[in-house]
């Protein structure tokens, strides 16, 4: 059973940088797409980064592409879990959202919420100016 446990989060002062991390149990399969989302109260889960088994990269417009704010990263942590982490910069008020990390099986690997299926509980994060 795939299990997604994500750690960090909270109140963060605008302009500094915030790290999530996201637990994922080894999914049994070759192509493993990894990826981070946020979501606000009425709006669509808005897809920010992607990294797939070979460890390919793909943010999302939202995200402003590899000039952007946000990192993802991710690394092996034991025989059974991988490490997943976002890393945000500069945070900015409007970086207020609920945070989740996803994963997905296959070769397709961008960060469009609707592909996923396995996900992580979420965690608040709040940006003040």
């Known amino acids: 059973q795939v299990h997604l446990v994500q750690s960090g989060g909270g109140s963060v002062q605008a302009g500094t940088s915030l790290t999530l991390s996201c637990a994922v149990s080894?999914?049994?399969?070759?192509?493993?797409?990894l990826g981070w989302f946020r979501q606000t109260p009425g709006k669509r889960r808005e897809g920010l980064a992607t990294i797939d088994h070979d460890g390919d990269i793909k943010y999302s417009d939202s995200a402003n592409g590899r000039a952007g704010r946000f990192t993802i990263s991710q690394a092996d942590a034991g025989n059974t879990l991988s490490l997943l982490t976002l890393q945000v910069d500069n945070v900015k008020p409007e970086d207020t959202s609920r945070y989740f990390c996803?994963?997905?099986?296959?070769?397709?690997?961008?960060?469009?919420?609707?592909?996923?299926?396995?996900w992580g509980q979420g965690a608040q994060v709040n940006i003040s100016s």
């Open positions: 996803g994963a997905r099986v296959g070769l397709w690997c961008r960060p469009d919420a609707e592909k996923f299926i396995y």
């Open positions: 080894k999914i049994p399969a070759d192509t493993v797409c």
